[in-house]
């Protein structure tokens, strides 16, 4: 039998990504942790990009920016987050150069992204999980 989690927004800027300069990165998952980690795959929604960048969209009018740090893939991996939608209204918080940051960041850790990518044949394409022997 497999099991999958589904997790929400995950919004791991702000106090959050502050936070992972001095907290064990499973920590924000609290009493779920034993449960996610025993599934054979989680996946959320990653409501803000994992960029350095400072560069804010100008497009249009935007109220609330949204980035979080380079180390919050250690979040994802603590919480056994093995893929994330990027399709959300904060994704380009902090325009291309941020999407392709998140996306760099989570080709590094093993997580699949979906929804975005570097073009629109990578964003629209699907993706396999593969989760066997997780």
């Known amino acids: ?4 989690a589904f997790l929400g927004d995950l919004m791991l800027g702000g106090d959050v990504g502050a936070a992972l300069e001095e907290q ?5 998952f609290g009493d779920c942790l034993d449960h996610l980690r025993r599934a054979d795959a989680v996946i959320a929604n990653l409501e803000s990009p994992i960029t350095t960048s400072a560069t804010r969209w100008r497009r249009t009018f ?21 893929a994330v939608c990027l399709a959300n209204n904060h994704m380009l918080d902090y325009g291309e150069r941020g999407l392709m940051d998140t996306l760099t960041a989570l080709q590094g850790a093993a997580i699949t992204g979906v929804g975005a990518g570097r073009d629109l044949a990578e964003a629209s394409a699907g993706r396999i999980l593969n989760i066997a022997g997780a």
Not at 65 to 80: E, T
């Open 24 to 28: 064990d990165p499973s920590w924000l």
């Open 62 to 82: 935007k109220f609330y920016h949204f980035k979080a740090p380079p180390n919050a893939v250690k979040l994802l991996r603590a919480g056994n987050v093995r």
């Open 1 to 4: 039998m497999t099991t999958l």
